[in-house]
Nanobody, 124 residues
Framework: EVQLVEFGGGLVQSGGSLRLSCAAS????????IGWFRQAPGKEREGLSS????????YYAESVKGRFNISSDNAMNPVYLQRNSLETEDTDVYYC?????????????????WGRGTQVTVHS
């Protein structure tokens, strides 16, 4: 099983920038996608974005389009999620996930594994 670890969270001032990283323990054996979602304890999961070099796809949720940027290199490890102009509403726990399907699956919550998350706190 591929294990995922997120890096890059922390305390950031409103208006600042943050780049999160998602590292995989090893290459997946099949075509796959890596996605990002955020979820605070007791709240609903919000799918943000996904990327797949295998499937040649990049997706963003409509609610975050233009505000986040997902990227990676040819190895798809790590996969980055960049957010500029952070707002206090972006405070959340951010997770990356892996799906053996096209990336739209991760936005819909259909993924095979996910990391433990990294806390992002934006203060004014």
């Amino acid at each position: 099983e591929v294990q995922l670890v997120e890096f890059g969270g922390g305390l950031v001032q409103s208006g600042g920038s943050l780049r999160l990283s998602c590292a995989a323990s090893r290459p997946a054996n099949y075509d796959y996608s890596i996605g990002w979602f955020r979820q605070a304890p007791g709240k609903e999961r919000e799918g943000l974005s996904s990327f797949s070099r295998n499937y040649g796809s990049t997706y963003y949720a409509e609610s975050v389009k233009g505000r986040f940027n997902i990227s990676s290199d040819n190895a798809m490890n790590p996969v980055y999620l960049q957010r500029n102009s952070l707002e206090t509403e972006d405070t959340d726990v951010y997770y990356c996930d892996l799906s053996y399907n096209d990336g739209i699956a991760t936005l819909l919550g259909r993924f095979a594994s996910w990391g433990r998350g990294t806390q992002v706190t934006v203060h004014s």
